[in-house]
Nanobody, 123 residues
Framework: QLQLVESGGGLVQPGGSLRLACEASGFSVDSRAIGWFRQAPGKERMEAVSCITTRGESHIYIYDAKGRFTISRDKAKNTVYLQMHSLKPEDTAVYYC???????????????WGQGTQVTVSS
């Protein structure tokens, strides 16, 4: 059974950092594209944040996040990470890990979702 489990969310002050982790089971993290989406409070839309391809190529979809967010993976731990620096209140959202055949900014192409982890940026 394929499963994605996120961790690492929490409350952080503006300017702070968090590292989200997405541990996969039932498949290898380099066999599928693994991405992060987020859903801001009160919004239905899932916003694509970042993705890493099977070949290890990374994409950042939010212009404002370039230079602040980095996606990486650890094959030995079968885990994908989203390192976030210089966090802003507008980064507040539930962050979801997602697996798909290839990287895309469309949530409609995701095959598997994690349960989500809350990130709150507030003073």
């Amino acid at each position: 059974q394929l499963q994605l489990v996120e961790s690492g969310g929490g409350l952080v002050q503006p300017g702070g950092s968090l590292r989200l982790a997405c541990e996969a089971s039932g498949f290898s993290v380099d066999s599928r594209a693994i991405g992060w989406f987020r859903q801001a409070p009160g919004k239905e839309r899932m916003e694509a944040v970042s993705c890493i391809t099977t070949r290890g190529e990374s994409h950042i979809y939010i212009y404002d996040a370039k230079g602040r967010f980095t996606i990486s993976r650890d094959k030995a731990k079968n885990t994908v990470y989203l390192q976030m620096h210089s966090l802003k209140p507008e980064d507040t959202a539930v962050y979801y890990c997602a697996a798909s055949a290839f990287c895309s900014d469309s949530s409609g192409l995701v095959d598997y979702w994690g349960q989500g982890t809350q990130v709150t940026v507030s003073s």
